[in-house]
């Protein structure tokens, strides 16, 4: 599985809680295209399933810990925002927003799957990837089809994390903080 892919199961999984079908089919055809493509005598073992399996775990850990660390994204998920104000929440999520697009900047070259601008007509071409584009709407007939892009969806062309540390623990999202007077 790429990163990307686990990029976007990450945040389909934060913002939903649930992986959206087109992500689970892309997930399930990778995962048949790699048992397919790997000779019988080439396949890794166990320990080395395992062991990419995680390093792809701690990857995603490690943004999201990134994200916690330098915008405090985390903190502001997880609290109940319900008795603050729009204006206490707006100045809140300035900082937020500020931050999460540094983290992203720094980390990640974003670029989008439909470069056309929103609310232009496109048409889907016979033969697109689903994982790519999500129809909406009154979704008829055979492509190719004509409609209005309302999203231009997002792709990441590049990732350039730091090195996981040899003796990562994957579970502490963010340490606990203890000031000591």
């Known amino acids: 599985m790429g990163l990307g892919l686990a990029i976007k199961a990450f945040f389909s999984l934060l913002a939903s809680n649930t992986l ?3 992500l689970l089919k892309e997930l399930h055809l990778q995962h048949e295209n790699t048992k397919k ?3 019988k005598e080439t ?3 166990p320990a080395e399933l395992r062991k990419r399996e995680l390093e792809e775990q701690q990857r995603s850990v490690q943004l999201l810990n990134i994200l916690q660390r330098d915008a405090r994204l985390v903190d502001f998920l997880r609290e ?7 204006a206490q929440v707006g100045a809140a ?7 999460c697009q540094q983290v992203l900047n720094r ?3 974003l670029e989008p799957v439909i470069s056309s601008t929103e609310g232009d007509p496109v048409t889907v071409p016979e033969g697109f990837d689903p994982a790519t584009i999500k129809l909406i709407g009154n ?5 190719p089809l004509k409609g209005v892009l309302r999203h231009r969806g997002w792709q990441v062309t590049k990732v350039d994390l730091p090195a996981v540390p040899e003796n990562n623990n994957q ?3 963010a340490p606990a903080e203890v000031e000591i007077s």
Not at 139 to 143: A, E, I, Q
């Open 43 to 45: 396949s890794p073992s």
């Open 37 to 39: 493509e790997l000779p």
């Open 20 to 22: 959206p079908d087109n």
């Open 93 to 99: 999520v300035r900082n937020l927003h500020e931050g």
């Open 80 to 86: 109940d925002i319900k008795p603050y104000s729009d």
């Open 139 to 143: 979704v008829t007939g055979k492509p």
């Open 107 to 109: 980390y990640l070259q």
């Open 171 to 173: 579970i502490i999202l």
